[in-house]
Structures are given as structure tokens and as C-alpha cells.
């Protein structure tokens, strides 16, 4: 494939012009110029001299993409790499510094002109900041291994973004401005398609064998978000938190000399398994309580969406097991329903729906019954099997006909020690057919290898559950140590506090940042239409409740150093306190869902007021009947209704088709 410029020179020709120039390559080269006034992107000629009165600003590792906002679009450059590690010859680095710049000249990233603006570059820097974007200059990171090698032919002559996998090509709608003016010259040296996702690598020595062990998670960019945000599928089979794993063996020659930089590989093995949503309309509804209401709606185009997307996965990865670990009884309990349901309705030829009762058949931390699931899924996972090259013997290469997906209630903690074991269940396989182990022999029986392997899904765990839920994976300890711990159950208890807090108080921020960069969302040139974005329409008496909680706490807290000259006076005044901080902590939990922090982008008010046929766990958080007036609140919370209203009459985009 066509490369692309490793190391760019940023230029800034005065208010007329950004020019990158490519180092530490060939003469040749054809430097790229963006025009700031008419945000054109231009290839200019070989050996095009700059501007008099150009100025370096710096060194960039790759260009991001551009983003329009409310009063100027916005180069993204990547300023920082890390190295995350060699595979198969190629450097993979993770994008660790960004620059951001503006292409209109009275624009500042310092000061911005308008509050509107001020709050859509903190979004957009918020999700470059907390990302963890990947990339590599040689080694398309957006396909797996099978699918690089059917195309390697048809592929060669063309550049990595036009044969990138569109659902992992995270940058693809900042990128919009460079692919179409590919049309008219070939920017296939600047376009640099970037992954959402992990990657780690380890070396491995087996009875003298080098070994790389490696795992990649690819995260789709449709229906991206946060967890209670993005739930269930969207009405194009899109599901959310969509991750493809996938796990990478290289066995070196037999007679190598176990040279570690040695990159010629006997053995080439990919085994690869997915993950997303429960395939249908639902969602929990955040009520500040600890548990949220579960919301199931049965619109009339559910099978549609359900069928297109379990369709859109035979068609890219073969027949499907449906991997189910959602509880049988309880919370959970209507989720599975609904997703039986569908299934036995569509019954597609090349699904298999498959339900384990994780929690029953695992308590009392026996972990060790999921081999029960492998067991009960042997069938399935010979016939699917793995991508196996083998550099002696083309006829002994082989193909994945199939893909297990699996998928709990947020397809992290339960789905991730079941990946694992799966992919382990795979790796004693692949070595076993390299001729590195034994028949009788597997992964547990080599310490190192065994620790790495543990090590590399604990990572891939704890990665995919903050990017969609905030804090680690639960569970963890399993994943690392093959053992449940007392300990593990308290750092459980830990993080399950922390996705609390971020998932009710601090994920609204961060849906809108997920919809900004995708391009699910796009601003106006018109920031006095966007003010909802940084005002609170919510009426006074809901405001000023927290503030009510906190001044009371302060008093009590402060109560405490008073002097005691009359123990009724104390009685009375903590009495005074904590029946205020009490009224306002019941006033919060009563009209709870006025205290979430909500999307503003999109908001989700047909998803928190949903009220066609379906099912509704509760309606917590939506305030007491009969209290309205008195309180000059509306039940449907009329401030977050009217915000959606005033958007729409003002024609305010909502959803933007991205680049296909």
C-alpha cells in the first residue's frame, strides 16, 4: 500500500496558510498547504519552495483530520507518539499529544470569542485527551490479519484509508475535507486512519521458539458513547459498544536463532471474536439512584434493525454464535426476554443463540465453570476455528469461518473473562498445530507465557470498560491471576462506585464529545443558536436543592466544634440541619432525573419519556403528581422537552451522515 509521511514540518505562512513538509524522506516529496481563508487542502508540486515569509511551528507525527465548529473549522494534528510496540516489522504507536488549529486568524484557542465555542473545543479536546487512539505508518491496525491477506493484491496500489474498515476508521468524519479532495489528487500520504482501542505485544520463548503474542480491540464509531448513553441498537443495526478482539500468534522458523528483532515468522495465526449491546431497542434511564430504570421498547422496526445487523455480521465474519451471559431472573431478566424473543422470531440460518447462566453456574467464585460454555460451544468453535498462515505449506493455511459474539448487560466484565477464555482455548490450539506444545500440554503449563497471556486480556479488560463505563473492568483478578479474590471483590466494590459517579454526574460531557468528533452531531456556523449548550434552563428551586444539601452538611460539620453551653440549643439547631439536608436529599432522589448529567447534544428525552408499548422496570426520578404547580415544575421535566423543541425549530442539525 501507498505509505504515509511519518514526520511532517508544520509551517504557518502568516493568516494565509498552514504547510506541511515531509522529513526525513525523499527529495520528492509533495509538501500539502491548507488555506486558511477558504479551508482548501492542496498538494503542491515536488520541490514547491515555501513562502518567504513561512515559520515553522513545530513537528507533526500525522494529521488528524479538520473539524467545523461555531465560528471556524480546526486542524488536528498529532504532536506526541508513544511507542506501544514492533509487530511483524511495523511500529504501532499510540497518538499521545494533540494540537488543535484554528483556521480563521481572530480565533484563539486561549481566549475563543464565544462561549459556545469555548464548550465545543473543551469537548473536542476532552475526547483527544482521554482517548486512546492508535495508529501505524506500515500495518493497517483497522482490519484484522484475514482481511489484509484476501486483499493483499487489489490493495497494493492503493492508499491505507481506502482499505480501511469503515467502522474502526475512528477519524473518518474529520477526515471528510482530505477524502474529497482525493478526488481531484492524492492525499494518500497525509490521510492517516487512526483506531479507538488497545494494543499490547509480548515476546515469547517456548522450548527455543521466539513467539509475539498480541491483542488488538477495535471499537466501531457507530453508535459510540458511554454506557447508559448508548445502549441497545440504533434503526440502521448499529449496537452499541461494538469491540472486535483480536488475538495475534507469530511463531518464528524452528531454526532461528531466537534473535528477538528477527521478523520473519513461520507461523502466522489470528483468532478473532466481537462484542456489542444487546441487539434491540432498549435503555436505562439514570435516576440518580444506584440502579437505573430499565427500559425496553418495542417499537414496530425491531426485527428490521435486530435482522440487518446479525446479517451485517455474517457477512463480514461468517456464521455467528450468540453468546447470551445476561441474568435469567431479576433486572436483568427482561433483556433476555426480549432478545430470545427476537431471535426465535428471525431464526436466521447462520445464527446460533446460545444462553449461559454466568452468575448461577460461577458463584461462590467457581470460575473455572466456564469451561462448561466451552464445552457446550466445541462444535461451534472447531467449524469457525482461526486464520492460519503457514510460510512452508501454502495448503495448510486456513480460515476463521465464523465469529463468536458475546455480550452481557454492558458487554465488559462477565463478556471479558469469557473472551479470554475463548481466546485461550484458541492460543493451546494454535500451538499445539505450530509444533510448539504438546497435545497434552497448554497455556497454564508455561508460567511466562501464561502470565502474559492473563496480562494482555486484564489490560484489553480494564481499557475497554473505561473508554464505555469509566473505571476498570469488574472482575479483573480472575482475568489476571486465574483465582476470584476477597481482595478483587473490594476493588470491585470501588470501581462500581466509580461508574456511579461518572455515569450519573459526569458522562453527559463526555456522550457529547463521543457525538462531536464522530460527526453523529454537527454545530451550526451560528453560535447564538447553540446557547443551550452552556446556560441551565432547569427552573430555580431545582438548582438551588444541591446547594440547600451542602449548606446543610457545612452546618452540621460546623455544629461540631460549637461550644456545648446548652445541650438544647445543639438539639434543636443539628435538628434544623439535618431536616433540611434530609428535605433536599429526597427533594434530589424525587426529581432525580433533572440532576443527571444529560447529553446536550442529542438529547435522549424520547428515551426518558418513552411511553408506548413496551416495558418499564419504574419511573423513578420524575418528581410526585399533585407537587407541579405548588412547585412551578412540569412531571415530563419541561426544561429538558423545550431544549429539544427550540433545536428543532431552529433547524439545528442533529445528525450528520458520515463519509462512506
Given at each position: 500500500m501507498k505509505p504515509i509521511h511519518q514526520r511532517l514540518t508544520l509551517y504557518t505562512v502568516g493568516e494565509e496558510a498552514y504547510v506541511f513538509v515531509p522529513t526525513s524522506e525523499l527529495v520528492a516529496a509533495q509538501s500539502l498547504t491548507v488555506h486558511r481563508a477558504t479551508a482548501e487542502v492542496v498538494l503542491n508540486s515536488p520541490q514547491t519552495p515555501l513562502p518567504q515569509h513561512a515559520r515553522p511551528s513545530g513537528t507533526a507525527y500525522g494529521i488528524l483530520g479538520m473539524i467545523s465548529l461555531a465560528m471556524s473549522e480546526y486542524l488536528v494534528i498529532i504532536t506526541g507518539r508513544e511507542l506501544k510496540g514492533r509487530l511483524a516489522g511495523h511500529d504501532i504507536f499510540r497518538a499521545s499529544d494533540f494540537d488543535i488549529l484554528p483556521l480563521n486568524p481572530n480565533v484563539t484557542l486561549s481566549s475563543p470569542p464565544h462561549p459556545v465555542e469555548a464548550h465545543l473545543l473543551a469537548l473536542l479536546r476532552s475526547h483527544l485527551q482521554g482517548g486512546h487512539f492508535l495508529f501505524s505508518y506500515g500495518w493497517d491496525m483497522t482490519r484484522r490479519l484475514q482481511a489484509q491477506w484476501e486483499t493483499q493484491h487489489a490493495d497494493s496500489s492503493k492508499g491505507f484509508w481506502e482499505v480501511a474498515d469503515d467502522r474502526f476508521f475512528w477519524n473518518k468524519f474529520l477526515q471528510t475535507k482530505f477524502i474529497e479532495s482525493s478526488g481531484k489528487q492524492n492525499l494518500s500520504n497525509y490521510i492517516l486512519p487512526v483506531i479507538y482501542g488497545t494494543f499490547d505485544v509480548r515476546s515469547v520463548f517456548i522450548h527455543g521458539r521466539h513467539m509475539q503474542l498480541a491483542l488488538i480491540s477495535r471499537r466501531s464509531r457507530y453508535r459510540a458513547g458511554t454506557r447508559y448513553f448508548r445502549r441497545g441498537i440504533d434503526h440502521e443495526g448499529h449496537v452499541a459498544n461494538f469491540n472486535e478482539s483480536e488475538q495475534l500468534l507469530f511463531v518464528e522458523h524452528q531454526n532461528t536463532t531466537g534473535a528477538v528483532g528477527n521478523d520473519d515468522f513461520a507461523h502466522r495465526f489470528s483468532f478473532v471474536q466481537i462484542r456489542g449491546s444487546v441487539p434491540f431497542f432498549w435503555a436505562e434511564v439514570n435516576t440518580v439512584r444506584y440502579k437505573p430504570d430499565l427500559q425496553i421498547m418495542d417499537l414496530p422496526d425491531a426485527p428490521d434493525a435486530t435482522k440487518l445487523h446479525l446479517l451485517e455480521q455474517v457477512?463480514?465474519?461468517?456464521?455467528?454464535?450468540?453468546?447470551?451471559?445476561?441474568?435469567?431472573?431479576?433486572?436483568?431478566?427482561?433483556?433476555?426476554?426480549?432478545?430470545?424473543?427476537?431471535?426465535?422470531?428471525?431464526?436466521?440460518?447462520?445464527?446460533?443463540?446460545?444462553?449461559?447462566?454466568?452468575?448461577?453456574?460461577?458463584?461462590?467464585?467457581?470460575?473455572?465453570?466456564?469451561?462448561?460454555?466451552?464445552?457446550?460451544?466445541?462444535?461451534?468453535?472447531?467449524?469457525?476455528?482461526?486464520?492460519?498462515?503457514?510460510?512452508?505449506?501454502?495448503?495448510?493455511?486456513?480460515?476463521?469461518?465464523?465469529?463468536?459474539?458475546?455480550?452481557?448487560?454492558?458487554?465488559?466484565?462477565?463478556?471479558?473473562?469469557?473472551?479470554?477464555?475463548?481466546?485461550?482455548?484458541?492460543?493451546?490450539?494454535?500451538?499445539?498445530?505450530?509444533?510448539?506444545?504438546?497435545?497434552?500440554?497448554?497455556?497454564?503449563?508455561?508460567?511466562?507465557?501464561?502470565?502474559?497471556?492473563?496480562?494482555?486480556?486484564?489490560?484489553?479488560?480494564?481499557?475497554?470498560?473505561?473508554?464505555?463505563?469509566?473505571?476498570?473492568?469488574?472482575?479483573?483478578?480472575?482475568?489476571?491471576?486465574?483465582?476470584?479474590?476477597?481482595?478483587?471483590?473490594?476493588?470491585?466494590?470501588?470501581?462500581?462506585?466509580?461508574?456511579?459517579?461518572?455515569?450519573?454526574?459526569?458522562?453527559?460531557?463526555?456522550?457529547?464529545?463521543?457525538?462531536?468528533?464522530?460527526?453523529?452531531?454537527?454545530?451550526?456556523?451560528?453560535?447564538?443558536?447553540?446557547?443551550?449548550l452552556v446556560t441551565d434552563p432547569r427552573p430555580l428551586v431545582i438548582r438551588s436543592a444541591p446547594a440547600v444539601a451542602s449548606f446543610s452538611l457545612f452546618m452540621i460539620c460546623a455544629g461540631l466544634t460549637l461550644p456545648r453551653s446548652s445541650d438544647y440549643s445543639l438539639v434543636y439547631y443539628f435538628f434544623l440541619w439535618i431536616m433540611l439536608l434530609l428535605a433536599a436529599t429526597i427533594f434530589?432522589?424525587?426529581?432525580?432525573?433533572?440532576?443527571?448529567?444529560?447529553?446536550?447534544?442529542?438529547?435522549?428525552?424520547?428515551?426518558?419519556?418513552?411511553?408506548?408499548?413496551?416495558?418499564?422496570?419504574?419511573?423513578?426520578?420524575?418528581?410526585?403528581?399533585?407537587?407541579?404547580?405548588?412547585?412551578?415544575?412540569?412531571?415530563?421535566?419541561?426544561?429538558?422537552?423545550?431544549?429539544?423543541?427550540?433545536?428543532?425549530?431552529?433547524?439545528?442539525?442533529?445528525?450528520?451522515?458520515?463519509?462512506?
Open positions: 457477512s463480514t465474519y461468517g456464521p455467528q454464535t450468540l453468546v447470551n451471559l445476561v441474568n435469567h431472573k431479576g433486572y436483568e431478566k427482561p433483556v433476555k426476554d426480549g432478545y430470545e424473543r427476537l431471535i426465535a422470531e428471525l431464526s436466521l440460518p447462520d445464527v446460533r443463540y446460545q444462553y449461559f447462566d454466568f452468575h448461577t453456574e460461577c458463584k461462590n467464585m467457581r470460575w473455572d465453570r466456564i469451561s462448561l460454555l466451552v464445552d457446550k460451544l466445541q462444535d461451534d468453535l472447531r467449524k469457525q476455528g482461526y486464520f492460519h498462515i503457514d510460510s512452508s505449506d501454502s495448503q495448510s493455511n486456513r480460515l476463521q469461518r465464523g465469529t463468536v459474539r458475546t455480550n452481557c448487560m454492558d458487554n465488559l466484565d462477565r463478556t471479558n473473562v469469557v473472551q479470554a477464555t475463548f481466546a485461550k482455548h484458541a492460543l493451546n490450539q494454535q500451538l499445539q498445530e505450530a509444533g510448539v506444545i504438546t497435545k497434552e500440554q497448554g497455556v497454564d503449563d508455561f508460567e511466562l507465557l501464561s502470565k502474559d497471556f492473563r496480562e494482555l486480556w486484564a489490560d484489553h479488560a480494564d481499557a475497554i470498560a473505561k473508554a464505555y463505563a469509566g473505571s476498570g473492568a469488574l472482575k479483573s483478578d480472575f482475568t489476571r491471576t486465574n483465582k476470584r479474590t476477597r481482595k478483587g471483590l473490594l476493588e470491585d466494590g470501588v470501581k462500581g462506585a466509580l461508574r456511579y459517579l461518572k455515569n450519573n454526574f459526569l458522562d453527559g460531557a463526555r456522550q457529547d464529545a463521543f457525538d462531536l468528533f464522530t460527526g453523529v452531531w454537527v454545530p451550526r456556523r451560528n453560535p447564538s443558536t447553540m446557547n443551550f434530589m432522589v424525587t426529581y432525580g432525573i433533572d440532576y443527571v448529567s444529560w447529553p446536550r447534544l442529542i438529547p435522549l428525552t424520547s428515551t426518558i419519556y418513552y411511553d408506548g408499548p413496551g416495558y418499564r422496570s419504574a419511573k423513578h426520578g420524575m418528581g410526585l403528581k399533585g407537587m407541579d404547580v405548588k412547585l412551578g415544575l412540569d412531571q415530563s421535566a419541561k426544561w429538558l422537552s423545550d431544549k429539544r423543541k427550540v433545536a428543532i425549530e431552529e433547524n439545528i442539525p442533529m445528525v450528520n451522515k458520515r463519509v462512506d
